[in-house]
């Protein structure tokens, strides 16, 4: 069972940044695809980025060129720089992690959920 622990949301202006981390219990975190996932109030949950095991990183089309993912396998943490942020970014940001051989955006493919961290974008 793995468990993921999200860290680093708040509240930041329009045009801020945040880096949000996401720490894996799990010491084989490298055979893990890692993903972040947002949900805003009233909203389904959404794509917004990803890392495969062997460091493919799709993005959503909303956040691509503002923010980037990464991983460090050593610290079993994956990473999220949100550069640029807007009102629209405002959500509860879940870190996420697979052992599903398949694309990586499709939050279906996730077994294991962290608890979220709130990210508020003021104006």
């Known amino acids: 069972q793995v468990q993921l622990v999200e860290s680093g949301g708040g509240l930041v202006q329009a045009g801020g940044s945040l880096r949000l981390s996401c720490a894996a219990s799990?010491?084989?975190?490298?055979?893990?695809?890692m993903g972040w996932f947002r949900q805003a109030p009233g909203k389904e949950r959404e794509f917004v980025a990803a890392?495969?095991?062997?460091?493919?990183?799709p993005y959503a089309g909303s956040v691509k060129g503002r923010f980037t993912i990464s991983r460090d396998n050593a610290k079993n943490t994956v990473y999220m720089q949100m550069n640029s942020l807007k009102p629209e970014d405002t959500a509860v940001y879940y870190c996420?992690?697979?052992?599903?051989?398949?694309?990586?955006?499709?939050?279906?493919?996730?077994?294991?959920w962290g608890q979220g961290t709130q990210v508020t974008v003021s104006s």
């Open positions: 996420a992690a697979s052992t599903v051989v398949g694309t990586t955006i499709l939050s279906t493919n996730y077994n294991y």
């Open positions: 799990e010491r084989t975190f490298s055979v893990y695809d």
């Open positions: 890392i495969s095991r062997s460091g493919v990183t």
